[in-house]
């Protein structure tokens, strides 16, 4: 049995290339589709320091001057430290009680010097996020539901740090203040639900070295909450009122640093009991001194984008006296 050849005439040809070239056409559509850029709003935390303390005066918008790479991104908002905000206190904490009652104490004292342009929040993180109190101006009803926490279960902040962002980040969006987030913790990674101290190994990769290497299961955690956390634009400082020694918890405290600054906060470890009051002190400090800066940026969507903040030198200063901490990626959605 043979065969028979076809053979395509004139028109048929014609029209398999213009079905081929449709497809191509459609195909690059889409791809480009993917690509396509987008505008989005920004709201970014700036603090501005002089010999590492916050100068006096404030800055206005015509100040500030924003770049991706070559490119200028005119600002369209400002609003500094002394504007309204909301703070955020978080609380992550199941140990010591004698640490604990420090680590409230110290909180109240703080919320009641706050100005009446600051309201505050509360929030359980422990294991689940949990708003115990929604943004509220009287200091007397946040203090009374700081006092009727609990302190049992088990360690939170690696599980609720991104939820609480995203719900901080929403806030932000939707409002004219300025909004962050204070978190106190006295975790122990050995005291999360996850096993961080023997992570199981994958016995089908024979790579598969995280029992070998202590740490490697906090590692990738870190790794890919760091990814995540750049797409949140509203700063977080982490207290840690009982930083464990060991080297797994170093490991870990490590990680909240990273994490903490990627948005521009900090995180801050505290000695000892004593030492409590003025770490959160110093949270609660660098929490109001920012200015929130906003801009409209066009970028690929589903992409991140590296940014710089800068003063424009005038009569009033030279720009290279001020160091500027910033968020220095960010996420367009």
């Given at each position: 049995?043979?065969?028979?050849?076809?053979?395509?005439?004139?028109?048929?040809?014609?029209?398999?290339?213009?079905?081929?070239?449709?497809?191509?056409?459609?195909?690059?559509?889409?791809?480009?589709?993917?690509?396509?850029?987008?505008?989005?709003?920004?709201?970014?935390?700036?603090?501005?320091?002089?010999?590492?303390?916050?100068?006096?005066?404030?800055?206005?918008?015509s100040e500030f001057q924003v770049t991706r790479g070559k490119f200028r991104i005119e600002p369209i908002s400002l609003s500094g430290p002394d504007s309204p905000m909301m703070i955020?206190?978080?609380?992550?904490?199941?140990?010591?009680?004698?640490?604990?009652?420090?680590?409230?104490?110290?909180?109240?004292?703080?919320?009641?010097?706050?100005?009446?342009?600051?309201?505050?929040?509360?929030?359980?993180?422990?294991?689940?996020?949990?708003?115990?109190?929604?943004?509220?101006?009287?200091?007397?009803?946040?203090?009374?539901?700081?006092?009727?926490?609990?302190?049992?279960?088990?360690?939170?902040?690696?599980?609720?740090?991104?939820?609480?962002?995203?719900?901080?980040?929403?806030?932000?969006?939707?409002?004219?203040?300025?909004?962050?987030?204070?978190?106190?913790?006295?975790?122990?990674?050995?005291?999360?639900?996850?096993?961080?101290?023997?992570?199981?190994?994958?016995?089908?990769?024979?790579?598969?070295?995280?029992?070998?290497?202590?740490?490697?299961?906090?590692?990738?955690?870190?790794?890919?909450?760091?990814?995540?956390?750049?797409?949140?634009?509203?700063?977080?400082?982490?207290?840690?009122?009982?930083?464990?020694?060991?080297?797994?918890?170093?490991?870990?405290?490590?990680?909240?640093?990273?994490?903490?600054?990627?948005?521009?906060?900090?995180?801050?470890?505290?000695?000892?009991?004593?030492?409590?009051?003025?770490?959160?002190?110093?949270?609660?400090?660098?929490?109001?001194?920012?200015?929130?800066?906003?801009?409209?940026?066009?970028?690929?969507?589903?992409?991140?984008?590296?940014?710089?903040?800068?003063?424009?030198?005038?009569?009033?200063?030279?720009?290279?006296?001020?160091?500027?901490?910033?968020?220095?990626?960010?996420?367009?959605?």
């Amino acid at each position: 049995m043979t065969l028979e050849k076809r053979k395509w005439g004139q028109p048929a040809r014609f029209f398999i290339i213009g079905l081929f070239a449709l497809i191509v056409s459609h195909t690059l559509g889409l791809a480009a589709k993917k690509v396509t850029n987008d505008s989005a709003s920004f709201k970014l935390p700036v603090w501005i320091q002089t010999n590492g303390i916050l100068p006096p005066r404030n800055f206005s918008i015509s100040e500030f001057q924003v770049t991706r790479g070559k490119f200028r991104i005119e600002p369209i908002s400002l609003s500094g430290p002394d504007s309204p905000m909301m703070i955020f206190v978080a609380f992550d904490t199941v140990g010591d009680v004698a640490n604990i009652t420090e680590a409230r104490n110290a909180v109240i004292h703080e919320i009641n010097e706050l100005g009446s342009q600051f309201w505050v929040g509360l929030i359980s993180a422990n294991e689940q996020v949990t708003v115990i109190q929604e943004p509220t101006p009287s200091r007397e009803l946040f203090s009374q539901k700081v006092e009727q926490l609990s302190q049992i279960g088990k360690a939170g902040l690696l599980d609720t740090l991104l939820p609480v962002a995203d719900l901080a980040t929403s806030v932000l969006l939707k409002s004219n203040v300025r909004v962050a987030v204070i978190f106190i913790t006295d975790s122990d990674i050995g005291n999360y639900k996850s096993d961080y101290l023997n992570a199981p190994v994958n016995v089908s990769d024979s790579r598969d070295l995280s029992r070998r290497f202590a740490g490697r299961a906090l590692q990738e955690k870190i790794t890919r909450m760091s990814k995540a956390i750049s797409r949140f634009q509203v700063p977080i400082l982490v207290v840690h009122i009982a930083p464990g020694q060991d080297p797994l918890n170093r490991a870990y405290q490590n990680g909240l640093k990273q994490l903490a600054e990627i948005g521009g906060g900090k995180s801050l470890l505290s000695k000892s009991t004593g030492d409590i009051a003025a770490t959160i002190h110093e949270a609660f400090e660098w929490a109001r001194s920012f200015y929130l800066l906003g801009f409209r940026l066009t970028a690929a969507k589903g992409r991140y984008a590296d940014i710089e903040i800068t003063l424009v030198p005038n009569e009033a200063h030279a720009a290279g006296n001020y160091r500027l901490v910033h968020p220095n990626r960010i996420y367009m959605p």
